[in-house]
């Protein structure tokens, strides 16, 4: 038997726009840690021949960024939850400026990983910030839509993070460039600071759902964590996410040039249409699965169709190009239905719990992200048979294909998976079982 919907009624906001306003000023962060997040992908080359790394170490260099936001997304969560979102995400926005100037400073890997890994730790609030932005000024109808715009607005961070942010390197350089995003993010803060409030300042416009009695952030906490949806889910999440971040996000640029012979600018523009693919299904899928009332089918068929693209865009013959770039977008797009276990967290968790329960889930993202990177990087080392160009690692077509082999793995074992996640109807828990 379904419970039942709790009603309640919202005096309308005195400034109605006000919500939006702070959706917006943070969906600029998640812009700003998008492109923060998959620059290394744009500099591998560079960096392997300025620093002479191989594969593996560029890949930990990167994947430094995922281990901090890994350590970083449950104490996050808690804190956003305990304290709130505005002033915890204005330090985290610091963080990620500091680490983005210490990076275009590096004079070597130590450096460079630590630099990723202070952006790591200030990205760990972006995500978890707008989730609950949403939580606390939007009612809970509106959720799942706003968290497909939030990632489709973010995730062009990711494509601004490619071909637009190739040519500023190719401009200015790495380093400047990242001085420059140092610059902006310390402005950035100083505004979110200014503007930002953490929910509507009056109970009447309170859009949190009743509940029976008051809950205690610690009861909610072990309920969240005991309950094996949340793992599950969590679980699903990180494995769909991880080829994403790890074709489009780091290796891809590098195996499109190997078997398409082009630059790296025209590469990270056929990337930069999967992230773009990911920003037009997400709100897409989003407002779908509300429309029908049900999130469980959407999240089957889009995972089921993104195994089938990925496999076919490494392990086909080269296609005409522009089908390549159909390829790409339509990769994008059917993973992008991934989304939706955000929604379905959300609704089986009570929403004092939102950021940590969401935290919970992208800790499991970014573990799978630090795991991979680095896992196919040394799987390209072991494989390679071509010489070195100028002291930098090459690799065959071969040796990508062999690589590459764990990203459609993880997708099938997202479409098991799905197998064992509840259904919840769209239908936001409120009061937890005893």
Not at 20 to 42: G, H, N, Q, R, T
Not at 217 to 231: E, M
Not at 287 to 293: P, T, V
Not at 304 to 327: E, K, S
Request: charged share 10%; aromatic share 16%.
């Amino acid at each position: 038997m379904k419970p039942p919907k709790i009603q309640k009624a919202i005096t309308p906001h005195p400034k109605p726009v006000y919500g939006w306003v702070i959706f917006i000023i943070s969906v600029l962060f998640v812009f700003y840690k998008y492109i923060l997040e998959v620059s290394p992908s744009i500099m591998t080359k560079q960096l392997m021949s300025e620093f002479k790394l191989d594969a593996a170490v560029v890949g930990h260099v990167a994947a430094s960024y995922y281990y901090a936001y890994t350590i970083m997304q449950i104490p996050g969560g808690l804190l956003i939850d305990t304290f709130g979102p505005r002033k915890t995400t204005t330090v985290g926005l610091l963080c990620c400026a500091l680490g983005a100037l210490l990076f275009g400073y590096s004079q070597n890997v130590f450096l460079m990983a630590s630099s990723r890994f202070l952006i790591g730790i200030g990205a760990t609030f972006a995500i978890l910030n707008i989730f609950k932005i949403n939580s606390n000024w939007f009612p809970a109808h509106k959720f799942a839509l706003l968290a497909g715009l939030t990632l489709s607005l973010g995730i062009l961070g990711a494509v601004f993070g490619q071909a637009p942010l190739s040519h500023l390197i190719n401009f200015i350089g790495w380093r400047q460039s990242f001085i420059d995003l140092a610059i902006f993010g310390f402005i950035f803060s100083a505004i979110f600071f200014l503007v930002v409030r953490d929910k509507p300042h009056h109970p009447a416009y309170d859009v949190t759902p009743p509940t029976q009695g008051k809950v205690k952030l610690s009861v909610a906490l072990l309920h969240t964590i005991k309950r094996g949806q949340t793992w599950v889910l969590s679980i699903y999440s990180g494995l769909s996410f991880a080829p994403v971040l790890s074709f489009a996000g780091l290796w891809g640029v590098a195996f499109i040039e190997a078997k398409y012979h082009v630059d790296r600018t025209t590469a990270s523009f056929l990337t930069s249409l999967v992230f773009i693919g990911f920003a037009v299904g997400a709100p897409l899928f989003g407002w779908y699965s509300s429309f029908i009332g049900k999130r469980k089918p959407v999240m089957f068929w889009g995972t089921l169709i993104a195994f089938i693209l990925l496999t076919l865009a490494i392990y086909l013959p080269p296609i005409p190009f522009f089908l390549y770039a159909i390829l790409q977008f339509f990769i994008g797009f059917s993973i992008s239905a991934f989304l939706l276990s955000f929604s379905v967290i959300h609704e089986i968790n009570v929403p004092l719990m939102t950021a940590t329960a969401i935290a919970i889930m992208n800790t499991l993202n970014a573990l799978f992200g630090a795991i991979t990177d680095p896992l196919i990087g040394w799987f390209l080392d072991l494989t390679k048979h071509t010489p070195l160009q100028d002291g930098t690692p090459t690799f065959s077509l071969n040796d990508y294909h062999l690589s590459f082999a764990i990203m459609p793995l993880y997708l099938l074992i997202c479409v098991i998976l799905l197998k064992f996640i509840k259904e919840t109807n769209c239908i936001q828990t409120v009061q937890d079982k005893p």
